[in-house]
């Protein structure tokens, strides 16, 4: 296994332990696991989630809440159609009270 499939398993590890009705960040997954700069491998990690059904990828937003890995859902809204089934608001593909629904795992865990 290279290095790099080691950093995107422990980014999913993480993104397993999202609690339902909550977000995440890709810079705090990547603070949590000691890579404080790697917010960007987080994402290509999530945009590798696509076909692991036990990755809640659509519980990973940017930093201000925005569904920036929207595109690499199949169908058109199902990454907010997710978020919505778990009663978190999305307004033009931004989380509404961002801070009440955002997990920090570094915080949490």
Partial sequence: MKETDNFFEKVYAVTRL???GRV???GAIA???GAARSARM???AMNKAHNLEDVPAHRVVNRKGLLTGKHHFDGTNLMQQL???EGIVVKENQII???KVLWNPSAEL
Avoid: A, Q
């Fill in 18 to 20: 999202v609690p339902f």
């Fill in 24 to 26: 995440t960040t890709y």
């Fill in 31 to 33: 603070t949590y696991l």
């Fill in 42 to 44: 987080v994402g290509w």
């Fill in 83 to 85: 978020l919505e089934n």
């Fill in 97 to 99: 009270d961002f801070d």
